[in-house]
């Protein structure tokens, strides 16, 4: 049973960096684009960025133009894990962040919400003063 699990969310201050991690289970990891997704309180989900699987060998890549520039998502593997690093962090980048998983072989990943069959539970970030 595909199982993603998110972690790393806090409270952290404008300026500030924080990493969080998502891990796949159930599933062979190599089959699947992961996609990073949040939502901010009263206002829908927005994408947030994607990574295309491993056997696609295409090290693809794409973010959401708020966060281009300041975020990077990275994949492990070794440890069935995805990253989302993110750095200069707004108070606007607050929200539960969420994973999500698609079984996307060959092709680019994409950022479309609907696209996502498996979501994690979400881990909140906070970014406040």
């Known amino acids: 049973q595909l199982r993603l699990v998110e972690s790393g969310g806090g409270l952290v201050q404008p300026g500030d960096s924080l990493s969080l991690s998502c891990v796949l289970s159930g599933v062979t990891f190599d089959n699947y684009a992961i996609g990073w997704f949040r939502q901010a309180p009263g206002k829908e989900r927005e994408a947030v960025s994607c990574?295309?699987?491993?056997?696609?060998?295409?090290?693809?890549?794409d973010y959401g133009d708020s966060v281009r520039d300041r975020f990077t998502i990275s994949k492990d593997a070794g440890k069935n894990t995805v990253y989302l690093q993110m750095h200069s962090l707004k108070p606007e980048d607050t929200g539960v962040y969420y994973c999500?998983?698609?079984?996307?072989?060959?092709?680019?990943?994409?950022?479309?919400?609907?696209?996502?069959?498996?979501w994690g539970q979400g881990t909140q970030v906070t970014v406040s003063s």
């Open positions: 990574i295309s699987s491993v056997v696609s060998r295409l090290d693809d890549t």
């Open positions: 999500a998983a698609e079984r996307r072989r060959y092709n680019p990943c994409r950022l479309s919400q609907s696209d996502y069959d498996y």
